[in-house]
């Protein structure tokens, strides 16, 4: 059984917001394209008949940008079209969008929710957290406007998560985000770790420190702990596929597993890369126009991508919470992007979170 997932930036690294800790603006300056402008119907429709020729259970259209809203709702209709024309096997398709939702109006939420998209909306927490590095190019700060996106899927039903960078700010402020997310119900929530620029060590302002994180994951698991043990639900991915591993499940988190995954990263012009966080002229490994998915996979093999990611360090290896740690994203082990792995950036941050709440997650 082939399912595939896609991860689809249709409009390359163009973006309406200036967000100061964009790893995707920083990526593309170091390609020889820095932005491939729009993705083309028809490569849109070569992209989805290849997708669900190969695939013999089931496909996953994932949208990310750059701001994937702004290449237009008419992309969006063309691409359920276009599935609907050659799903020929009748394979399950989920549809995902990841957005700044600042386009979003009544059009888009009908639209969204009478195709089943999940979307993924940016938040990163409360006004001062979030306008502090989310502001469009005019440097005015977007909270009011995301937050009345968030109502606007709500009145429409339309599924959503919030995904929130965690940033110094919001590191230092978890308890009034946590809180705010609940009073506006915002249950299911996603935090990532911001990234610093690829050959820049420099801390930032917002720059993520591996002692601020250690202590944003043990007080953000106290609040959470605290409402899953008195039934009020709050989905937080990293803590629940802890959680299923605990139980013998395996992670659905790439970051969790172990090793690299292939996410298809598909850029506007239909070249295509490994992840998201290598979308590099060297990581390239085919283009959707002219190769189909069985040569692309080939083409993965020759770059040692997947291959490069299983190293583990000596240290690693003895750590009592290497079960549950195995390494974490490679991202954070590949500072310089050189090939050479090391251990990861916020392992102090693993070791003191796990001590703190391995009995609790046990219990769970």
């Given at each position: 059984m082939y399912p595939i997932n896609l991860l689809i930036k249709p409009s390359s690294s163009n973006?309406?917001?200036?967000?100061?800790?964009?790893?995707?603006?920083?990526?593309?300056?170091?390609?020889?394209?820095?932005?491939?402008?729009?993705?083309?119907?028809?490569?849109?429709?070569?992209?989805?008949?290849?997708?669900?020729?190969?695939?013999s259970s089931h496909?996953?259209?994932?949208?990310?940008?750059?701001?994937?809203?702004?290449?237009g709702l008419n992309f969006y209709k063309k691409l359920v079209e276009y599935v609907k024309k050659y799903n020929t096997k009748n394979l399950k398709i989920s549809y995902y969008i990841q957005t700044n939702g600042y386009f979003l109006n009544e059009e888009w939420a009908k639209f969204l929710y009478e195709n089943n998209f999940l979307v993924g909306i940016s938040l990163d927490g409360i006004k001062e957290t979030n306008d502090t590095n989310r502001?469009?190019?005019?440097?005015?700060?977007?909270?009011?406007?995301?937050?009345?996106?968030?109502?606007?899927?709500?009145?429409?039903?339309?599924?959503?998560?919030?995904?929130?960078?965690?940033?110094?700010?919001?590191?230092?402020?978890?308890?009034?985000?946590?809180?705010?997310?609940?009073?506006?119900?915002?249950?299911?929530?996603?935090?990532?770790?911001?990234?610093?620029?690829?050959?820049?060590?420099?801390?930032?302002?917002?720059?993520?420190?591996?002692?601020?994180?250690?202590?944003?994951?043990?007080?953000?698991?106290?609040?959470?702990?605290?409402?899953i043990t008195s039934n009020n639900f709050v989905y937080n991915r990293y803590f629940e596929n802890i959680v299923g591993m605990l139980k013998g499940y395996p992670p659905e988190a790439c970051d969790m597993s172990g090793s690299c995954n292939i996410q298809n990263v598909v850029e506007a012009d239909g070249s295509v890369y490994?992840?998201?966080?290598?979308?590099?002229?060297k990581y390239k490994i085919g283009n959707?126009?002219?190769?189909?998915?069985?040569?692309?996979?080939?083409?993965?093999?020759?770059?040692?991508?997947?291959?490069?990611?299983?190293?583990?360090?000596?240290?690693?290896k003895k750590c009592k919470w290497?079960?549950?740690?195995?390494?974490?994203?490679?991202?954070?082990?590949?500072?310089?992007?050189?090939?050479?792995?090391?251990?990861?950036?916020?392992?102090?941050?693993?070791k003191k979170f796990f001590d703190y709440t391995i009995d609790r997650f046990l219990k769970l």
């Amino acid at each position: 059984m082939y399912p595939i997932n896609l991860l689809i930036k249709p409009s390359s690294s163009n973006c309406n917001f200036k967000c100061k800790y964009c790893f995707y603006e920083d990526i593309s300056k170091k390609r020889e394209v820095s932005s491939y402008g729009f993705m083309s119907l028809n490569t849109l429709e070569t992209l989805v008949k290849k997708a669900l020729s190969f695939s013999s259970s089931h496909c996953n259209f994932m949208f990310q940008g750059g701001e994937p809203t702004l290449i237009g709702l008419n992309f969006y209709k063309k691409l359920v079209e276009y599935v609907k024309k050659y799903n020929t096997k009748n394979l399950k398709i989920s549809y995902y969008i990841q957005t700044n939702g600042y386009f979003l109006n009544e059009e888009w939420a009908k639209f969204l929710y009478e195709n089943n998209f999940l979307v993924g909306i940016s938040l990163d927490g409360i006004k001062e957290t979030n306008d502090t590095n989310r502001t469009t190019k005019e440097d005015i700060g977007t909270y009011d406007i995301v937050l009345n996106r968030i109502n606007l899927l709500k009145k429409y039903n339309v599924e959503f998560n919030v995904l929130t960078v965690i940033t110094s700010q919001v590191a230092k402020n978890i308890n009034k985000i946590y809180n705010f997310y609940k009073e506006n119900d915002i249950i299911y929530q996603q935090y990532i770790p911001c990234l610093n620029n690829i050959d820049d060590i420099k801390l930032k302002d917002y720059s993520l420190t591996p002692k601020l994180y250690g202590n944003f994951l043990c007080n953000l698991f106290d609040l959470w702990y605290k409402d899953i043990t008195s039934n009020n639900f709050v989905y937080n991915r990293y803590f629940e596929n802890i959680v299923g591993m605990l139980k013998g499940y395996p992670p659905e988190a790439c970051d969790m597993s172990g090793s690299c995954n292939i996410q298809n990263v598909v850029e506007a012009d239909g070249s295509v890369y490994p992840c998201d966080f290598y979308v590099l002229d060297k990581y390239k490994i085919g283009n959707i126009i002219t190769d189909d998915f069985i040569q692309i996979y080939k083409n993965i093999e020759s770059i040692k991508f997947i291959e490069t990611s299983l190293k583990v360090e000596e240290a690693c290896k003895k750590c009592k919470w290497i079960n549950l740690c195995r390494g974490g994203c490679r991202r954070n082990r590949d500072i310089s992007l050189n090939g050479n792995l090391s251990i990861n950036y916020y392992c102090d941050a693993y070791k003191k979170f796990f001590d703190y709440t391995i009995d609790r997650f046990l219990k769970l």
